[in-house]
């Protein structure tokens, strides 16, 4: 078993302007940019300040999405894994984020689609790799993304996203190697069993989205139930404002490729 959170590098992008434009389902008002990159800013101090080394990209103005880094590629030590992300207004972000990929990984594998795979639908664990299935990832992108995984040492399963929920880790993430923390519609999901699921306190499903980096799990700042059952259960955090990234959709998991 290799820790699926002790990561040493992660790769960035600074938002740029348009990402006021950013996708969002629900078709709500704008973020704020200058709390969007105080958001961001913060994010990349705290990965700092845990140890890792992260490189910040240019901004991509012509893609509003494109400082969710996560969506575009999968990143391992053995190699990263350049997706196919579902939106349309998101797929060109890919061309931009080979050449940093190439740099800092020996082996680069590619999806070549037809399907597609969103990177906010992959949940790393000890063991292997849940693909969740969404408006993003098709079965067919899943296939073949399990094919590429298995080529780098990692096997996969494919997983169902619930209705409503953007990408599978919006719902879910790793408190440790043994327990995940869940919005309840994940609570029974057949991939997790053998895991122990800790679910949302009511209201603060948006909490689901943690990140864990080394001992300590990344938190959104706006879910004090959450953190006390976090801290209860001796888990280190660290709390983040993310009330403009949600705006568009987003969590702390999203800002950053990490390996
Ligand atoms: C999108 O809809 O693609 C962006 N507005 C949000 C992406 C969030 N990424 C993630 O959950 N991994």
């Given at each position: 078993m290799t820790s699926p959170y002790a990561f040493t590098h992660a790769l960035c992008r600074a938002p740029a302007p348009s990402a006021?434009?950013?996708?969002?389902?629900?078709?709500?008002?704008?973020?704020?940019?200058?709390?969007?990159?105080?958001?961001?800013?913060?994010?990349?101090?705290?990965?700092?300040?845990?140890?890792?080394?992260?490189?910040?990209?240019?901004?991509?103005?012509?893609?509003?999405?494109?400082?969710?880094?996560?969506?575009?590629?999968?990143?391992?030590?053995?190699?990263?894994?350049?997706?196919?992300?579902?939106?349309?207004?998101?797929?060109?972000?890919?061309?931009?984020?080979?050449?940093?990929?190439?740099?800092?990984?020996?082996?680069?594998?590619?999806?070549t689609g037809p399907g597609y795979a969103d990177g906010g639908d992959i949940l790393r664990l000890a063991d292997r790799v849940i693909i969740g299935l969404s408006a993003r990832t098709d079965r067919t992108g899943a296939e073949e993304l399990a094919a590429l995984l298995g080529q780098l040492g990692y096997p996969a399963q494919i997983a169902e996203t619930p209705p409503?929920?953007?990408?599978?880790?919006?719902g879910c993430g790793l408190i440790d190697q043994g327990t995940i923390l869940a919005v309840?519609?994940?609570?029974?999901?057949?991939?997790?069993?053998?895991?122990?699921?800790?679910?949302?306190?009511?209201?603060?499903?948006?909490?689901?989205?943690?990140?864990?980096?080394?001992?300590?799990?990344?938190?959104?700042?706006?879910?004090?139930?959450?953190?006390?059952l976090l801290a209860a259960r001796g888990i280190a955090i660290r709390t983040l404002p993310t009330e403009q990234i949600a705006h568009i959709d987003a969590g702390l998991s999203c800002m950053s490729l990490r390996w």
């Open positions: 006021v434009k950013g996708i969002r389902a629900d078709g709500g008002p704008d973020p704020d940019f200058y709390g969007l990159v105080a958001e961001h800013e913060a994010y990349v101090a705290t990965l700092r300040d845990l140890g890792l080394a992260v490189e910040v990209l240019e901004p991509l103005d012509d893609f509003p999405d494109a400082f969710f880094t996560e969506d575009v590629a999968l990143t391992f030590p053995e190699g990263a894994i350049l997706l196919r992300p579902g939106a349309p207004s998101r797929a060109g972000e890919v061309d931009h984020i080979r050449e940093p990929l190439a740099a800092r990984h020996s082996r680069l594998l590619e999806m409503g929920v953007l990408h599978f880790k919006t309840p519609a994940l609570a029974d999901c057949p991939e997790f069993a053998g895991l122990e699921v800790v679910t949302t306190p009511p209201g603060e499903e948006p909490a689901a989205n943690i990140l864990r980096i080394g001992d300590t799990v990344l938190i959104g700042d706006r879910w004090p139930a959450t953190h006390a």
